[in-house]
């Protein structure tokens, strides 16, 4: 696949963590806030960073989740807070944000903090697969990035994924993207339009805002094209 953009839209993987190591003394946290240890974000994040195999077609980013699907996520802000490190950390529509590996932060046992209070919401880690800004791909680049994605969940939870096998991607667009299409482009050029849903979510966990779209793989379609319009707040792969 040629150039990517970052941050883009498949494949979830649904891995909660918890707030295992003690707080710095130092870190200026409100009491009642929502929060996780940087260690604990960090040592997921390497498992990510160390992965031998290609990964060079999907993401892997932290996401915050609100309990109450109704609430947006517009207001959110997610800090990195240390003795002597004050990062505002950046959110996508859908709450992810890139988190970057400091070792300083890591040292000083910094804390990842929500303007939210405690109990409000959920961090998780998100795999996705990497979108393109000029919307054209190939449908054999899609299914390699399925593949990529299927492989690093198999690596990180091998008995859950036994068996399993790519089927297809998903892509999801902002509730006001009203002009959103997603096409197939066969072989001899014939188009045919791929339905779009609204009012539903990308994983079980989240708010069903969103405008969906699947796109399931055949044979006959190999060496397709899938083309949007508008580009996807996020893309994942249909794994089953």
């Not at 939210?116 to 393109?132: E, K, V, Y």
């Not at 969103?210 to 190999?222: A, G, H, M, N």
Request: glycine letters at 4%; one cysteine or more.
């Amino acid at each position: 696949m040629k150039t990517l953009s970052t941050l883009s839209a498949i494949i979830f993987l649904s891995t909660a963590l918890q707030t295992s190591a003690q707080s710095s003394d130092d870190v200026a946290r409100p009491r009642d806030a929502e929060w996780m240890s940087y260690r604990d974000a960090y040592r997921s994040m390497l498992w990510f960073e160390k992965y031998g195999k290609p990964k060079n077609l999907i993401q892997y980013s932290l996401q915050i989740v609100p309990k109450d699907k109704s609430a947006s996520t517009e207001n959110l802000r997610l800090h990195l807070l240390s003795k002597s490190i004050h990062v505002d950390l950046p959110l996508d529509a859908l709450g992810r944000t890139p988190l970057p590996l400091l070792k300083t932060a890591y040292d000083e046992n910094a804390e990842i903090v929500l303007n939210q209070r405690s109990g409000q919401a959920n961090f998780r880690f998100r795999i996705s697969l990497a979108t393109r800004a000029d919307g054209i791909y190939e449908v054999s680049d899609l299914r390699h990035a399925c593949e990529q994605a299927l492989a690093f969940q198999s690596y990180v939870e091998p008995n859950l994924m036994q068996g399993k096998k790519c089927v297809g991607i998903r892509l999801g667009f902002g509730k006001r993207d009203s002009i959103a299409m997603v096409e197939i482009k066969s072989a001899n050029q014939n188009t045919q339009a791929i339905g779009i849903l609204d009012n539903t979510a990308m994983w079980p966990d989240t708010s069903p805002t969103l405008r969906t779209s699947s796109f399931l793989f055949t044979q006959q379609l190999e060496k397709a094209q899938l083309i949007t319009r508008t580009s996807p707040l996020v893309m994942t792969a249909i794994i089953e």
